[in-house]
C-alpha cells in the first residue's frame, strides 16, 4: 500500500506531494490504486511522468554504445562531462563525424579530450616560468598591464566577506538573504554544521581555516547613517560589520564605493584582518550591486561569476592544464566556492569555479547573488559580534558629479510568499488589454495570488488601455533580472520558457502552462501543458475555480 493514496486527492493537491516520492514502486502502486479507482485521465498522466523521471535517472548511459543520433546536442554535453577514458571519447569523436557530424557535439568532445590530454602543441614540461618582471622589464609594476597580471602566491586568505546594500537607511531583503546563507555555510565550513536543511549541496566541513581556526561572516555597509544597521547584520548572521559613513555617499557611486570597499579588504590596519585578501565576496545582483561587484574583483584582480543562484563550498578535482601546469595532470582545489547560474548556452545552470593557477591566486572567490535565491532567516536579536568603523580619507574628486534632483520610485510590488503566481508573457500580443485582464481575472479567483509578467512583456511596445496600465511595471517582472517566486502553483501563460524567466520559477511546486506552440521551452519543466490559445484557456479557468471544478477543468482542456 503506497504512502499516497492519489484517490483521496484532487490533481492539483496532488502535483506537489507526489515530488517528494522517489521511489518508482510507491508511484507503481499509485498508478495501481488510480487504475482500480477514478481512473482520472490527468492524474494517470502525472503518475506516469513522476515515474518516468525516476526510471531515467537511474539509466546510466553507455558511452561506448550509445546512439548519438538520438541525442541532442545539450544530452552529448553532459554525457561527455562524466567521461575519463580519452580513447572512449575518441570513439565517439568519430561516431560523430561518421554520423550527425554536428560542429558544436563535436566540439563539446573535443574540449573534454583537450582537458584530459592537454593540446597536442603543449610540451610535456611546459616553457619555463619567467616572472612579469623580468619578462617585461620596460613595465614600471607587473601590474601595470592586467595582460600581465602578478596574483599574490600563497596569500593568506580568509572569511567571506557580504556587501549589504541598503535603501531608504535599511537593509534590502536580499542582504539578509546573503547573511543567512553564509552564515549557514561557513558554520558548517568551521566544523559546526546544524541540522538545519538547505537547499544546495553541503558546504564541505573543515573545521575553520588551514590552522584550525574558524572562519567569519563579515557584513560591509557603506553610506550614510549604516552604522545604526549594524546590530540587525549581525542579527541576520554576521560575525563582524566594518561600515563606513559619510554624508556624501548616501547614493551609490562608483568609484567612492570600490575605492572603500577594496581598502577595508585589502589595504586597512584592522586588527582583525591579518590576511592578505578575503578568501570569498559576495555582492546583490541588483543594479547597484552588480556594477560594485565587477568594479571590486577587477580591483582586486580576481574572477567574478554574476547572478548567481546557488552557492556552497567543496574540493574540486581539475585535470585542466592551464589550472594544473601541466597536460595530464589532475590537482584537487581546496576550498573552493562552487556558483551555480543560469547558463546562456541552454543547459539550464553552470556551476563557475573561481580557481587558482600556476604562479596565480585569484582570491577573493567573488559572485553577485540573484535576489530571491535563498530564504530570508529569522533575525537573533541576541546574537553577539564586532562593529568596526573604516576610516579613509576620500579624494573629492571622486564626488566631481552631483545629482540635483531625482525621482523616488515606490516601493513596488513584492511577488514573493503568494501560494499562487499568475504570470503573462507575449502571447497576450493580439490583444495586449484583455490579455492581462483575463490574468487579473485568474489572479482573483484564488485566494492568495499575485499577478507577475516575463520579461517579453516589460520591454514590449505594447499598449494598454485603462486601469490594466498599472499592473505593467518592472516591479512585477519574474526572472533572472526580476523576482525569484517559488509558489505552490505557478500558471505561466503566453510564455515560452527561456532560460531568464526558468530561472525566477523553476522551484515552484506545481506548473501549469498555457501556450499555442507545442515545442515551446516551457513545456520541459513545466507539471501541466495545456496548448491553447490563452484567450480561451484563462476563462476557462478562472470559471472551473468559481465553480470549484479545477481538476475537471485541467483534464477537459488537457483533451482539448
Excluded at 246 to 258: I, K, S
Excluded at 481 to 500: K, L, N, R, T
Aim: aromatic share 6%.
Amino acid at each position: 500500500m503506497p504512502e499516497i493514496d492519489p484517490t483521496d486527492h484532487e490533481i492539483a493537491a496532488l502535483g506537489p506531494k507526489i515530488k517528494d516520492v522517489d521511489d518508482p514502486d510507491q508511484i507503481e502502486a499509485m498508478l495501481d490504486l488510480e487504475a482500480s479507482g477514478e481512473d482520472r485521465t490527468a492524474v494517470v498522466t502525472l503518475l506516469e511522468d513522476r515515474l518516468e523521471k525516476l526510471t531515467a535517472a537511474d539509466e546510466a548511459v553507455d558511452p561506448t554504445a550509445v546512439d548519438l543520433s538520438e541525442m541532442t546536442v545539450a544530452d552529448v554535453a553532459n554525457l561527455v562531462r562524466d567521461v575519463d577514458d580519452a580513447d572512449v571519447l575518441r570513439a565517439l569523436l568519430e561516431r560523430e563525424r561518421a554520423g550527425e557530424d554536428r560542429k558544436t557535439a563535436k566540439s563539446r568532445i573535443e574540449s573534454r579530450i583537450e582537458s584530459i590530454e592537454g593540446s597536442e602543441e603543449e610540451d610535456g614540461d611546459g616553457p619555463a616560468y619567467v616572472p612579469p618582471e623580468e619578462k617585461y622589464p620596460e613595465l614600471d609594476h607587473p601590474t601595470s598591464e592586467k595582460r600581465w597580471v602578478e596574483g599574490t602566491v600563497d596569500g593568506t586568505y580568509r572569511d567571506m566577506w557580504v556587501y549589504c546594500e541598503t535603501q531608504q537607511g535599511e537593509l534590502i531583503d536580499v542582504s539578509r538573504e546573503m547573511l543567512g546563507k553564509a552564515r549557514r555555510m561557513m558554520d558548517q565550513y568551521n566544523g559546526e554544521a546544524t541540522d538545519e536543511a538547505d537547499d544546495e549541496a553541503p558546504t564541505q566541513d573543515y573545521g575553520g581555516d588551514e590552522d584550525g581556526a574558524p572562519e567569519e561572516v563579515v557584513a560591509v555597509l557603506i553610506g550614510d547613517g549604516v552604522g545604526e544597521l549594524a546590530d540587525e547584520a549581525i542579527a541576520y548572521g554576521a560575525d563582524r560589520v566594518v561600515y563606513h559613513e559619510d554624508e556624501r555617499l548616501g547614493r551609490f557611486r562608483h568609484q567612492p564605493y570600490t575605492e572603500i570597499f577594496c581598502h577595508m579588504c585589502r589595504d586597512s590596519a584592522f586588527a582583525f584582518r591579518d590576511y592578505h585578501e578575503p578568501r570569498y565576496t559576495l555582492f546583490p545582483a541588483t543594479h547597484n550591486g552588480r556594477d560594485l561587484s565587477a568594479l571590486v574583483q577587477g580591483e582586486l584582480d580576481s574572477g567574478l561569476a554574476s547572478d548567481c543562484s546557488g552557492l556552497y563550498i567543496e574540493d574540486a578535482m581539475i585535470s585542466n592544464p592551464a589550472k594544473t601546469g601541466q597536460a595530464g595532470d589532475s590537482k584537487e582545489f581546496e576550498r573552493i566556492l562552487h556558483m551555480k547560474r543560469p547558463d546562456f548556452s541552454g543547459f539550464e545552470y553552470s556551476t563557475i569555479l573561481c580557481i587558482d593557477k600556476p604562479h596565480r591566486d585569484f582570491h577573493p572567490q567573488g559572485g553577485s547573488v540573484i535576489p530571491g535565491s535563498f530564504a530570508v532567516p529569522d533575525p537573533d536579536p541576541e546574537r553577539e559580534g564586532e562593529v568596526v568603523e573604516h576610516d579613509m580619507q576620500l579624494d573629492e574628486s571622486w564626488f566631481s558629479v552631483a545629482v540635483t534632483e531625482y525621482d523616488q520610485l515606490d516601493d513596488g510590488v513584492d511577488l514573493t510568499g503568494h501560494e499562487v503566481v499568475v504570470a503573462m508573457g507575449r502571447g497576450i500580443g493580439d490583444d495586449p488589454t484583455r490579455g492581462i485582464e483575463l490574468g487579473l481575472e485568474l489572479v482573483d479567483a484564488f485566494e492568495d495570488a499575485a499577478f507577475g509578467l516575463s520579461r517579453g512583456v516589460i520591454t514590449s511596445s505594447y499598449s494598454f488601455d485603462g486601469h490594466v496600465e498599472q499592473y505593467v511595471g518592472e516591479d512585477r517582472q519574474i526572472g533572472e533580472s526580476g523576482q525569484v517566486v517559488e509558489p505552490d502553483v505557478y500558471v505561466a501563460a503566453g510564455i515560452s520558457g527561456a532560460i531568464q524567466h526558468k530561472v525566477g520559477m523553476d522551484e515552484s511546486d506545481t506548473i501549469v502552462a498555457v501556450n499555442t506552440d507545442p515545442e515551446a521551452d516551457i513545456r520541459e519543466f513545466s507539471d501541466y501543458f495545456v496548448e491553447g490559445d490563452l484567450f480561451e484557456v484563462l476563462p476557462r479557468l478562472t470559471e472551473a475555480l468559481e465553480s470549484g471544478e479545477l481538476a475537471t477543468a485541467m483534464q477537459e482542456v488537457s483533451d482539448d
